[in-house]
């Protein structure tokens, strides 16, 4: 059995055969009606099957069985692609990540899901378990990736103008933002989160929160999903709606996702070691070959690409250097104060087990192949666009498709599958005629 596969499967098991730990939840809180059990779908959306507090424990005995197109899901909910094997699979419960969730009227408990086929195995369209397999692919190098999640969203009114646009708030009184940043705080340790900080955004109206310290890769894209959902979930209960759309308002800034990345040999950061600074290079250089193969990985929908576009738009190329901002690789400090690379074109709406398995895939194929990444960029970069990029969904798609080294590493079947549903996406949103066509061209 190979090691990321395996890991994969102790995982599991360790979920199903400690009855004590749904036993201990159920003991824990007694006042818990019912469970929602969840999964990330394509899109980095939490979908889930809601079971009774006393089907609690089968779950974790017997697991739910489930078909894998839940995986592959678009943003409307409905089923994407037309290639895709409806077969049931079973469901099991992911150890330790069984929780209350504290902004429901009626107290309820929350686990995460992973699934496996029919035959047993880890499901190959799962988004986690592709994150896992790129993550076992760092037990050659004898290292473990860590990352650090800071994302950008906004809070908008839940009614809409008059013509069908979304409201922002601007600026909301000192009171209010502090109770709605207690509210995320008080709920995401709840759910076992790291601490958190906030930060004004670049607008009106935005913010960015992000994690005060790092986390393993896996640990990390279960966290990020986990805090859009408590974010949204607040942000309801003040009648507001949170935005993670790439670009919601065209005048106002973008909502990002940064991801930093780091590699641990145990408790030793590895990129402030002496063997350190060449794999760094080689770790920037294989981002920066596998960054137009990710661009629709970084960038899932019609709305992110506006992030590339107007005066706020992010780097565009796969420029690097120390400290440097402007470009889309930057190497910072950590709170540990040592070196990770900080990325910054994937979009607020990207998936965050998919956008940080193809960062990882990246940063393993340049220090298993010894690339290096060239001059580090000392000056301002953001206006230099990188026409080996492709600024468009269908290009990024396509790009995506023929690219050898994620297909190797995400595995051809989900690259195609991938595409796929995002084609059909595609097709189902550019059926609908917008309302400024009619202006336009009647």
């Not at 894998?68 to 079973?90: H, N, P, Q, W």
């Not at 145990?266 to 290079?281: I, K, N, P, Y």
């Not at 690409?305 to 910072?332: D, E």
């Amino acid at each position: 059995m190979n090691v990321h596969k395996g890991a994969l499967l102790e995982e599991i098991d360790a979920s199903r055969l400690d009855a004590s730990e749904s036993s201990s939840f159920l003991n824990d809180n007694p006042t818990v009606q019912y469970v929602d059990c969840v999964f990330v779908d394509l899109c980095g959306n939490v979908r889930g099957k809601r079971i009774a507090r006393g089907e609690l424990e089968d779950l974790f005995a017997r697991g739910l069985s489930v078909p894998g197109s839940i995986y592959f899901l678009d943003a409307r909910g409905e089923v994407a692609g037309a290639k895709l094997d409806d077969s049931m699979g079973t469901a099991w419960p992911v150890a330790g990540t069984i929780t209350q969730v504290s902004w429901s009227q009626r107290p309820h408990g929350q686990v995460l899901m992973t699934l496996r086929d029919a035959a047993g195995t880890p499901y190959f369209g799962e988004p986690r378990n592709v994150l896992k397999r790129v993550i076992g692919r760092f037990a050659d190098l004898g290292v473990e990736p860590a990352a650090r999640v800071r994302v950008e969203y906004y809070l908008a009114d839940q009614e809409r103008a008059k013509s069908g646009l979304l409201q922002p708030t601007g600026m909301l009184g000192p009171a209010v933002a502090a109770e709605i940043e207690s509210g995320i705080v008080e709920a995401a340790a709840a759910q076992g989160l790291p601490a958190l900080s906030f930060v004004a955004g670049q607008s009106p109206g935005q913010v960015a929160i992000e994690f005060n310290t790092a986390a393993d890769a896996l640990r990390a894209a279960d966290n990020s999903v986990f805090l859009r959902q408590v974010v949204r979930a607040v942000a309801r209960l003040h009648k507001l709606d949170a935005v993670f759309m790439a670009r919601p308002f065209a005048d106002l800034a973008a909502s990002g996702m940064r991801f930093q990345v780091g590699l641990r040999r145990g408790e030793v950061s590895v990129f402030a070691t002496t063997e350190g600074g060449d794999m760094l290079r080689s770790a920037v250089a294989g981002l920066q070959a596998v960054m137009a193969d990710s661009i629709a990985l970084f960038a899932p929908s019609v709305n992110s690409f506006r992030r590339f576009t107007g005066s706020h738009a992010v780097p565009r190329n796969k420029r690097w250097g120390y400290l440097n901002k402007t470009a889309n690789i930057s190497i910072v400090q950590g709170s540990d104060d040592a070196p990770r690379i900080d990325v910054a074109i994937a979009g607020a709406d990207a998936n965050p087990y998919l956008a940080l398995a193809a960062m990882l895939a990246g940063v393993h194929y340049g220090i298993s192949q010894g690339l290096d990444a060239g001059a580090p960029a000392d000056s301002d970069v953001s206006g230099f666009v990188d026409p080996t990029l492709p600024m468009a969904i269908d290009a990024a798609l396509l790009t995506l498709e023929n690219g050898p080294v994620l297909r190797e590493y995400f595995g051809p079947a989900y690259v195609d599958l991938y595409c796929a549903a995002k084609r059909t996406e595609l097709e189902r949103f550019r059926s609908f005629i917008p309302p400024h066509e009619y202006d336009w061209y009647l």
